[in-house]
């Protein structure tokens, strides 16, 4: 299966952009379904359809779907609800509130990922493109995996069999105290079931040649440097962009003087565009004296970004985000983040481990064999490619 994430800072056309791309896709033969995961939905609206959270024919082999996060937390997290909503009514909370509670923040991200990954498995479909939240939502989705695989390793697992061991002899004392029974094992099963899922969805979205991440963007400075650090972020956890979609630049047949300003700007952030975003094909869309809503709308578009039956599913460029330099007796490691700078990342190494940390984002780095004994020896930038290099540590 073909798999495409539309992402860019909310309210830059990217939900237009990935209706359009299903219906290219739909035309060319491809079974293609367009799932909207972000939490404010507007794919029905974009289709000018009403859709739900089960797939709705929208044309022949199209399909689309808007996530209904309270569906997908009943089917697959209800034993974990219903205990945390025992838990809480047995501390005296009212009934609704517990349930409420009961659903812990960021379950629709995660839901997302399940969602995906059951789509996969079925085979249903040749093209899964994503509609996904804006950016820094669908950066926190991707990175799920590898933040989550972190702690399912070195605190949830050890305790999980510490608890099931512990039960019987715990619960005929802590029920009477407590008002509540213990985790059960279908409890404490869920959230490493749930991590198994993602992981394995882990091997899909850093494969290049199956998934593929276009950002969508408007030639504005602050939408600009937004999807630079996305670019980066996602390089980061090894999950490669192949086009850039620049949307809503004035056409050359708008003379009115009022948008001179405007119309100078956009040139210069497009030429920023182009700079910055090299060697990625960039796709400029015009912004149109119509609504982006409806299918005739969206055929419109459609054509702008896929002229002449251009296949949207194909790979347009393959990034190597990640690789392994051996020169000589010596190795390194190279992460490609465009656009960042040096003095911006932090470095550590525990165990096999080698911790990578932007801001507010972090990615934990099983080594290779060939590295894990080895310590990191210096790092610079170089090409957009952070290369750290890698020497046998100096004993005392």
Known sequence: MRVILMTGKGGVGKTSVAAATGLRCAEL??????????????LADSFDIELAHDPKLVRPNLWGAELDALKELES??????????????????????AEELAILPGMDEIFGLVRMKRHYDEGEYDVLIIDSAPTGTALRLLSLPEVGGWYM??????????????RPLVEPFFRPIAGFSLPDKEVMDAPYEFYEQIEALEKVLTDATQTSVRLVMNPEKMVIKESLRAHAYLSLYNVATDMVVANRILPDSVSDPFFLR?????????QEIHANFSPLPIKEVPLYSEEMCGLAALDRLKETLY????????????????RVVQDKQQYSLEVYLPGIEKHQIELSKSGDELNIRIGNHRRNLVLPQALAALEPAGAKMEDDYLKIRFAAAVRA
């Open 76 to 97: 697959n997290w209800g034993a974990v609800k219903r205990y945390i909503t025992q838990v809480l009514q047995a501390r005296g909370m009212d009934g609704v509130q």
């Open 29 to 42: 033969g491809y079974r293609t379904l367009v799932l909207s995961t972000d939490p404010a939905h507007s």
């Open 262 to 270: 405007w119309k100078e700007q956009q040139q210069q952030y497009r």
């Open 307 to 322: 002229p002449n039956n251009e296949d949207p599913a194909q790979v347009y460029y393959k990034e190597t985000t990640l």
């Open 153 to 166: 390793r070195k605190f949830y697992k050890p305790f999980q069999g510490i608890s099931v061991a512990l």
